[in-house]
């Protein structure tokens, strides 16, 4: 079964840190572009950071630039976000999700959610 | 960046009902428009890729059409099963943008 499962939300105070896990199986792994995308609490859906197949391109919305890691190890089918300087704004559900280049979003996880409060 | 506008952003129809839902860019991206469906609680799921392609496993009641700047996600008769948010997203260049979401709601 094609599979994606994160991990790694919870409460974290503002400027706080957090790291999401997204574990994959069904699939090669290692052959995707890697996606995270997000969708705050009765909001729509935002992009937030790609990574290619070995990990040598990667892209970030602008409001997580300097702030937000994405990285992957294909030897554990596994992509990360690392989330540093966390703000209330940041509260959302994380979906990571495989990505064609050039095409969709065409495997997501269920998510985890990530809460920004004092 | 390009933004994505939907409209509308509600819609109630009934069971059998034909949906349009449009999508328009805010400059040129060819046919690189995805139409995805999310129901509540749940994560997205691709229904249209390359503006007209019909993802493996998604019924033939759902189409997609356009290019450049207008497109267009067709529900041509409404079953039950198809209450939910879609939103289209362009992956003509980064950051990949997303519509604002259109909610089908039974009438």
């Known amino acids: 079964e094609v599979q994606l499962v994160e991990s790694g939300g919870g409460l974290v105070q503002p400027g706080g840190s957090l790291r999401l896990s997204c574990a994959a199986s069904g699939f090669t792994f290692s052959s995707n572009w890697m996606s995270w995308v997000r969708q705050a609490p009765g909001k729509g859906l935002e992009w937030v950071a790609n990574i290619n197949d070995d990990g040598s391109e990667i892209y970030y919305v602008d409001s997580v630039k300097g702030r937000f890691t994405i990285s992957r190890d294909n030897a554990e089918n596994s992509l990360y976000l690392q989330m540093n300087s966390l703000r209330a704004e940041d509260t959302a559900v994380y979906y990571c999700?495989?990505?064609?280049?050039?095409?969709?979003?065409?495997?997501w996880g269920q998510g985890t959610m990530v809460t920004v409060s004092s | 960046d390009i933004q994505m506008t939907q409209s509308p952003s509600s819609l109630s129809a009934s069971v059998g009902d034909r949906v349009t839902i449009t999508c328009r860019a805010s400059q040129s991206i060819g046919n690189y428009l995805n139409w995805y469906q999310q129901k509540a609680g749940r994560a997205p799921k691709v229904l249209i890729h390359s503006a007209s392609g019909l993802q493996s496993g998604v019924p033939s009641r759902f189409s997609g059409s356009g290019s450049g700047t207008d497109f267009t996600l067709t529900i041509s008769s409404l079953q039950p099963e198809d209450y939910a948010t879609y939103y289209c997203?362009?992956?003509?260049?980064?950051?990949?943008?997303f519509g604002q979401g259109t909610k089908v709601e039974i009438k």
């Open positions: 999700a495989a990505m064609v280049w050039g095409g969709p979003f065409h495997i």
């Open positions: 997203q362009q992956s003509h260049s980064t950051p990949r943008t």
